[in-house]
């Protein structure tokens, strides 16, 4: 068979997605000489250095709130959440795309997902934390936030199991467990692999150590493959559970424009649709910094940006169900609710979701768009823009003006509603710089699935 023919199959089988003639040893070599640079880029030192800035705002703003209390904040009366709920939606929502990727994708064997998964799932981890500091700083008293836990105490309380607030908790805790025995189950081969690398002993014995005994036998495989398809069994009801509970916070109340079945839903496409937003933002770069481009290609680029699409045409017919039914329902206040978003004094807000959430993503119809870096970088970013301003839009355009006009009020932020929202970025970048720098960012064991020569027909004539 000609040489042609044996490329074009390889190309085939590959299914398009890595670039070159790549070979095991070359992806082992590509990926794990990233955490085993002796010096990180200089991109990466000076994001770094940002990263710690934001996370000594958060730290000295956290004080002054526990010092303070939550009245630094410019919350008052009717908007009594303000930027700490919304904060918190967003977060979560951010951290869905990562379970989406690691468990879903796999359960429907999509291989494309191989290149994006672990940073996606470590991703998910980071933004979680970032989500999990809202619900406990907004409640004023931070030193009690351990009665959020069904444990007995002096006082002979339990928490109140019918508030919005206990089901945040364990919906979220129980979503970070189960990512992120996800997320080190599918290391353990990685760090086997950097352990029988590693040049230092110190080195050698971290990732032993975390490597738990892992020598790549057949029996280890078994288990290794039940495990991390029990938890991608475990972690995909968990996309669509986590978010509709989180939805709950709203559409329990009988609040004019959050009294709604349609939450759980809309909720859930617009956490896939921010999610997926984060990873083209740090799939862009994490491929540029360390030039690898072949391992995360155009095409992995191309196909999230389809996802994007999808979900973010079903978070535009959501919009518009939201409009239709409070015409439909024939209730004043819920027609007034949503003419308010869109012509009240809030409009820009709203008007910034739109653009972002709905019309920026028709543009992902054509190919050029989908396969433009630049492009889709910049697209990425203005997704989390206006998935943040959605929940903007869901919590004060909501409150502001409620059943009585005599408890009308004008919502806006203080420095304090800032740097803490900030400083939650110091977090996450923090530690997803740390990740990029000691760990593989993706999976050496699953990127070699798709290559041709994991086929063990390759090469038949």
Aim: net charge positive; charged share 10%; glycine share 8%.
């Amino acid at each position: 068979m000609s040489e042609v023919v044996l490329k074009s199959r390889a190309q085939k089988n590959s299914e398009e997605l890595l670039l070159g003639d790549q070979t095991f040893t070359t992806i082992t070599n590509d990926i794990s000489g990233v955490p085993e640079q002796e010096k990180a880029p200089i991109q990466w030192k000076l994001a770094f250095a940002l990263a710690l800035s934001l996370l000594s705002v958060f730290v000295g703003a956290l004080g002054y709130l526990i010092w303070e209390g939550t009245g630094i904040w410019g919350v008052n009366a009717p908007i009594g959440w303000g930027w700490a709920i919304i904060n918190f939606v967003w977060w979560v929502g951010i951290g869905h795309a990562g379970t989406l990727i690691s468990a879903i994708l796999h359960l429907f064997r999509q291989n494309w997902r191989n290149s994006i998964n672990r940073f996606a799932e470590t991703m998910t981890l980071f933004a979680v934390i970032c989500a999990l500091i809202f619900p406990g700083i907004h409640i004023g008293r931070i030193w009690v936030a351990y009665w959020f836990f069904p444990l007995p105490n002096q006082m002979a309380m339990w928490p109140n199991f019918r508030s919005p607030l206990i089901w945040d908790f364990f919906a979220v805790f129980t979503y970070f467990t189960v990512s992120l025995l996800f997320w080190y189950t599918g290391l353990i081969p990685d760090l086997a692999t950097l352990r029988d690398r590693a040049k230092t002993k110190l080195r050698k014995r971290i990732y032993g150590f975390f490597a738990l005994g892992w020598r790549g036998g057949n029996r280890q495989w078994q288990h290794y493959e039940l495990a991390y398809l029990v938890l991608a069994g475990i972690s995909t009801p968990l996309v669509l559970s986590v978010h509709s509970v989180v939805s709950s916070d709203f559409a329990t109340s009988v609040i004019p424009g959050w009294h709604t079945t349609i939450f759980p839903p809309y909720f859930v496409a617009g956490a896939i649709y921010s999610g997926f937003g984060m990873v083209m933002t740090l799939a862009v770069a994490a491929r540029s910094l360390y030039n690898l481009k072949h391992i995360i290609t155009i095409s992995h680029l191309d196909k999230m940006a389809q996802i994007m699409l999808l979900t973010g045409s079903i978070v535009g017919y959501s919009y518009a169900m939201e409009f239709f039914i409070s015409w439909y329902s024939g209730n004043p206040y819920e027609s007034y609710a949503f003419i308010n978003r869109a012509l009240g004094p809030y409009w820009w807000a709203y008007w910034t979701m739109i653009f972002c959430n709905v019309i920026l993503p028709q543009f992902f119809w054509f190919k050029r768009f989908r396969t433009h870096v630049p492009f889709l970088f910049i697209a990425s970013i203005l997704v989390n823009i206006g998935m943040w301003f959605e929940r903007f839009v869901i919590v004060v355009i909501s409150l502001h003006r409620d059943y009585m006009p005599s408890a009308w009020a004008m919502y806006s932020p203080t420095i304090w509603d800032i740097a803490i929202y900030l400083g939650t970025f110091g977090i996450f970048f923090t530690g997803f710089l740390l990740f990029l720098r000691f760990l593989p960012m993706a999976s050496i064991a699953e990127v070699k699935l798709v290559l041709p020569e994991s086929n063990p027909h390759h090469g038949d004539h």
